[in-house]
C-alpha cells in the first residue's frame, strides 16, 4: 500500500518511519525493547529509554510521547525489580521532556522492556541514514564496545568503575548531539544499536555508488572491549554482524579483536554523522563544547569504493 504522505517507510532498514501530517509537520514513529543488560533494574529503565528515543534523534526530530512495553515474570521477580525499571525509563522521559501516555504489559516468563516513541519533525527536515556525499566526513558521538562489556558484566568479570562508566554512556541521551547538528547540513544519519558500527555504517552506503572509508585509530573505544575481546568475551552478535556484511567490508591492517570491536552490536550508541568536510571540524568543536566529549571524526565517504566500506589501520593523511 503507498501514501503520498509516506516519507520513511519499510523500503530501507531506517531507523524509524515518518509521516506526514501537514506542510510543517510530519510524525517519526518507532519502536525499541529488549532484555535485561546490567543488573541494576533502575538503569536497565534508563538505557532502554535512552536507546529507544535515540532513534527519532537519528532522524532530525524532537521526541514527544512515549507508551512503555513490558512483559514481567509475575510470581517470579520481587514486583520491586518492575518498579525501578519503569522509574528509571520514566525519569530518563522527563530528562529528554518526552511525555509518558501510559502503555501495556504481560505476563512473560522472561523480562522485557521497550518504549513505542513518537517524534515532530518537520518534512523537509529529516535525516536519512542514506545520502551522504562523496567528500563527506564522518562523525560518531559516543564510544563502542558496550555489547562485549555487557557481555562481560553478565560474566561478573567488569569492575565496578567500568560498569559505571559503560552504563552513563549508554543510557546518556544523544539529544545534546541531535541539537548540536541541526545547525549543520548533514546530508546522513544513524544510531550505532544492535548491527554495530560496521553494520550500520554499511546501511549508510548499501545500494548507492558512494563507498566509506573508516579510519580504526580515529575511532572512539572503550579500552576494556578491546581487552575483553582478547580474552575471547565477545557476543555472539558481533560475529553474525561481521559475517552479514563481509561481502562488503574491505579489513586493512585489522586484527580479529578490533574487527570484534567494530562489529560489537550497541545498545543506545552514538550518532553516526555524516555532513561536508569543512562543517565537520566546526560541529566536532560544538559538540565537545557541550559536553560531547568522545565525539571524534572517524572516517569519511569516498567515490574510490563505490558500495564498500573500507576499514583502514593507519590515521587520515
Request: glycine share 10%.
Amino acid at each position: 500500500m503507498s501514501d503520498p504522505n509516506l516519507i520513511v517507510g519499510m523500503e530501507r532498514p531506517d531507523d524509524a518511519g515518518v509521516y506526514r501530517l501537514t506542510d510543517e509537520l510530519a510524525l517519526i514513529l518507532t519502536l525499541d525493547f529488549f532484555t535485561p543488560i546490567v543488573d541494576d533494574a533502575y538503569a536497565f529503565g534508563q538505557i532502554t529509554a535512552a536507546n529507544a528515543l535515540s532513534d527519532v534523534y537519528a532522524m532530525g526530530g524532537v521526541p514527544k510521547l512515549a507508551l512503555n512495553i513490558i512483559g514481567f515474570p509475575v510470581g517470579k521477580l520481587d514486583i520491586a525489580i518492575l518498579q525501578a525499571i519503569l522509574k528509571g525509563g520514566s525519569d530518563k522521559l522527563a530528562e529528554a521532556g518526552v511525555l509518558l501516555l501510559g502503555g501495556h504489559s504481560i505476563d512473560d516468563p522472561e523480562l522485557k522492556y521497550g518504549l513505542s516513541i513518537t517524534g515532530f519533525v518537520h518534512p523537509a527536515k529529516v535525516l536519512k541514514n542514506y545520502g551522504a556525499l562523496a567528500g563527506d566526513a564522518l562523525i560518531l558521538t559516543k564510544p563502542i564496545g558496550t555489547g562485549i562489556i555487557s557481555t562481560a558484566i553478565k560474566a561478573d568479570m567488569a569492575d565496578d568503575d567500568t560498569v559505571r562508566r559503560v552504563i552513563a554512556c549508554m543510557s546518556s541521551l544523544n539529544r545534546i548531539a541531535a541539537e548540536c547538528m541541526a545547525s549543520y547540513p548533514v546530508n546522513a544519519c544513524t544510531d550505532i544499536t544492535g548491527f554495530g558500527l560496521i553494520g550500520h555504517a554499511c546501511e549508510m552506503i548499501d545500494g548507492t555508488d558512494t563507498g566509506m572509508i573508516i579510519h580504526a585509530p580515529s575511532v572512539p573505544i572503550f579500552a576494556e572491549a578491546l581487552a575483553f575481546a582478547s580474552e575471547g568475551i565477545v557476543p555472539a552478535g558481533a560475529y553474525r554482524n561481521a559475517e552479514h556484511r563481509a561481502s562488503m567490508v574491505i579489513w586493512e591492517g585489522i586484527d580479529e579483536d578490533l574487527k570484534s570491536v567494530l562489529s560489537d552490536p550497541q545498545t543506545s550508541g552514538g550518532l553516526l554523522i555524516s555532513l561536508p568536510r569543512d562543517e565537520a571540524e566546526s560541529l566536532l568543536a560544538d559538540l565537545h563544547k557541550n559536553g560531547i566529549t568522545d565525539a571524534a571524526i572517524i572516517g569519511e565517504i569516498s567515490a574510490s569504493y563505490p558500495g564498500r566500506l573500507v576499514v583502514k589501520a593507519t590515521s587520515p593523511v
